[in-house]
């Protein structure tokens, strides 16, 4: 469910999006049969449209995205509790005149995410150092 009250900051809109059992959840189209999903599909994108949810307001082209399929595999290591996506404001990337990467960030601390706040959070806040998250985001990065 949606921890925001309405629907009319883009960047937020995207941040939520990383989150599993949130309003137009990413990870759910990681890997995508076009047969089986009702957004609409261009080529190796999908569309998104934050502008057209109820409750919201009206985002016209600015809350039009595109979720860029993960042809490389480096947004994503189960292990390391990591999950990114890169989000267009185009179908294609080399149209794109901007372009998001969203992150997904830790949930609250449970049996299932137990990898990600011991071998990320913990590191961080205990230690001071370098987490494995960021350098996995770092080296997605520079993919694109």
């Given at each position: 469910?949606?921890?925001?009250?309405?629907?009319?900051?883009?960047?937020?809109?995207?941040?939520?999006?990383?989150?599993?059992?949130?309003?137009?959840?990413?990870?759910?189209?990681?890997?995508?049969?076009?047969?089986?999903?009702?957004?609409?599909?261009?080529?190796?994108?999908?569309?998104?449209?934050?502008?057209?949810?109820?409750?919201?307001?009206?985002?016209?082209?600015?809350?039009?995205?595109?979720?860029?399929?993960?042809?490389?595999?480096?947004?994503?290591?189960?292990?390391?509790?990591?999950?990114?996506?890169?989000?267009?404001?185009?179908?294609?990337?080399?149209?794109?005149?901007?372009?998001?990467?969203?992150?997904?960030?830790?949930?609250?601390?449970?049996?299932?995410?137990?990898?990600?706040?011991?071998?990320?959070n913990a590191n961080?806040?205990?230690?001071?150092?370098?987490?494995?998250?960021?350098?996995?985001?770092?080296?997605?990065?520079?993919?694109?």
């Amino acid at each position: 469910m949606s921890n925001l009250k309405q629907y009319s900051e883009l960047f937020a809109d995207l941040a939520q999006s990383a989150y599993t059992n949130r309003p137009n959840n990413f990870a759910e189209y990681k890997t995508w049969n076009p047969e089986q999903r009702e957004q609409e599909h261009y080529g190796s994108a999908i569309l998104f449209e934050f502008s057209k949810r109820s409750g919201g307001s009206n985002l016209g082209e600015k809350g039009k995205v595109y979720l860029q399929q993960d042809s490389t595999g480096i947004l994503t290591d189960e292990k390391a509790g990591y999950n990114s996506y890169f989000v267009t404001d185009q179908s294609t990337v080399r149209d794109s005149k901007e372009t998001y990467f969203v992150t997904r960030g830790s949930d609250g601390i449970s049996v299932e995410n137990l990898n990600d706040w011991v071998n990320n959070n913990a590191n961080f806040t205990l230690f001071n150092s370098y987490i494995p998250q960021a350098k996995l985001a770092e080296k997605a990065m520079e993919a694109v």
